[in-house]
């Protein structure tokens, strides 16, 4: 079995982007991989649509998940750094470091001068290996960096095909112990949707104006057993 969201974004261009997705608990967070620095290094990020900073953890920083990859600043000729402290708190914990550019990748998208964080420190638990980081998919001024997210960069590069991002989450179905499986499976998609992995057609709605900062859709109603919640 398997999950579909599909969220529309603001503009048009001409590239279709897919990558593959792994879960790390079930239905809680999924994570893929993009690349950074000169020469690229590949690092997996929990994929997030509720925030919109890109962060890594820095090598030799405190409370990391062991076994993760860290990014090292010495060791990209294309890394600068801003000198600008950066914190972001979830409801899951923190992270602190401070804020650089460099060359940033999707799928083969790049994106130079990419603001991002290199945090050397984080909450108990905030990062479990393989992840290394996380990537905010919401929008610019939801960002505690005030950085343009690395989708948003490429859509106003105009690198995309259509102004649609999508979502297709493998789901465990009646597994005990599901929820300390790692689960493998899944694909992100920007610039196009995977018709083979829905049928019928997609109901498009708009966020509401100047609501643009989280994926906001509007809520008319609500059912439960045929019957109407206030």
């Given at each position: ?22 879960f ?51 060791q ?9 402290s ?92 599901a ?9 992100f ?42």
């Open positions: 079995p398997y999950l579909v969201l599909v969220i529309k974004v603001p503009t048009r261009g001409t590239v279709l982007v897919e990558t593959s997705l792994s790390l608990t079930l239905l809680t967070s999924y994570y893929g991989s993009i690349a950074v620095g000169t020469p690229p290094v590949a690092y997996d990020v929990i994929l997030d649509t509720g925030s919109s900073d890109l962060w890594l953890a820095r090598n030799g920083c405190q409370g990391c998940a062991g076994g993760a990859p860290e990014f090292n600043p010495g990209s000729s294309t890394f600068t750094d801003l000198s600008t950066f914190s972001v708190t979830y409801g899951s914990g923190q992270a602190t470091g401070t804020l650089g550019q460099d060359t940033v990748s999707i799928a083969g998208l790049q994106v130079t001068n990419q603001i991002f964080a290199i945090c050397d420190r984080f909450s108990q638990g905030l990062l479990n290996a393989p992840v290394s980081g996380l990537m905010g998919l919401a929008f610019q001024p939801l960002a505690t960096s005030r950085a343009t997210p690395l989708w948003e960069a490429l859509v106003q590069g105009n690198v995309l095909d259509s102004p649609l991002m999508a979502f297709h989450l493998t789901r465990f179905h009646n597994i005990r112990g929820t300390s499986t790692l689960e493998p499976g899944g694909t998609t920007l610039g196009a949707v995977n018709n083979s992995l829905f049928t019928g057609d997609i109901d498009y709605q708009n966020i509401p104006s100047g609501q643009a900062i989280y994926w906001t859709l509007p809520l008319t109603g609500l059912n439960v057993n045929g019957n109407s919640v206030s």
